[in-house]
């Protein structure tokens, strides 16, 4: 077999001619290659690149003012306390909370304003609106991360999908010419 290094090839028979050398290809001419397209629409480059860059800027915002809301330190209440009483124009206190001359505290249920009781709730109401409102921060921030994004990364597609074309339109052209259509 030929091709195979150590055997011979097998013997030609009588009255035929030698195997000619192949003739070299015919010469053609060399493939086009996509010619130099100037960018054009400038201004919209700039307009995809700026969208961009806001996109970057938004997310990077909203995830570290999402976070300073979400970890700022709580606010305290300073203890209020119930006004002190002064006598009426009867002599006595005149207060709903007297009784035969007794004056009792005023308080609320719920441990008094600077108790742990209302006060406690207070804290855990503003914890929880805290880490809502940067939680929801974030999530604006990354639904408009993801908008600008788009819009600024549409622009930019556009504008390369026009400039290929254009770019096929000139070798097509440059085809045509060659073999004599156009």
Same mark, same amino acid.
């Given at each position: 077999?030929? !091709? ?8 030609? +028979? ?6 000619? %050398?192949?003739? %070299? %290809? $015919?010469?053609?001419? $060399? ?6 397209? $100037? ?38 209440? $300073? ?7 002064? %006598?009426? +124009? ?50 604006? !921030? ?41």
């Amino acid at each position: 077999m030929q !091709g195979q290094p150590g055997r011979m090839p097998p013997p030609r +028979p009588a009255g035929v001619p030698p195997p000619q %050398p192949m003739a %070299p %290809p $015919p010469m053609h001419q $060399p493939p086009l290659a996509l010619p130099h397209v $100037p960018k054009r629409f400038t201004t919209l480059r700039v307009v995809g690149v700026i969208c961009i860059g806001s996109a970057w800027i938004t997310l990077i915002g909203s995830i570290a003012f999402g976070l300073l809301v979400m970890l700022a330190p709580t606010p305290t209440l $300073p203890p209020i306390s119930a006004p002190a009483a002064s %006598p009426g +124009p009867t002599g006595g206190y005149g207060g709903l909370f007297e009784d035969e001359g007794i004056d009792y505290p005023v308080t609320d249920p719920l441990g008094g304003l600077g108790g742990s009781g209302t006060a406690g709730l207070y804290r855990s109401m503003i914890r929880v609106a805290r880490a809502t409102t940067g939680l929801l921060l974030m999530a604006s !921030g990354l639904l408009g991360f993801i908008l600008l994004m788009a819009v600024g990364q549409a622009i930019l597609v556009l504008l390369e999908v026009e400039q290929t074309t254009r770019a096929q339109g000139m070798v097509i052209a440059a085809m045509q010419r060659r073999m004599g259509i156009g």
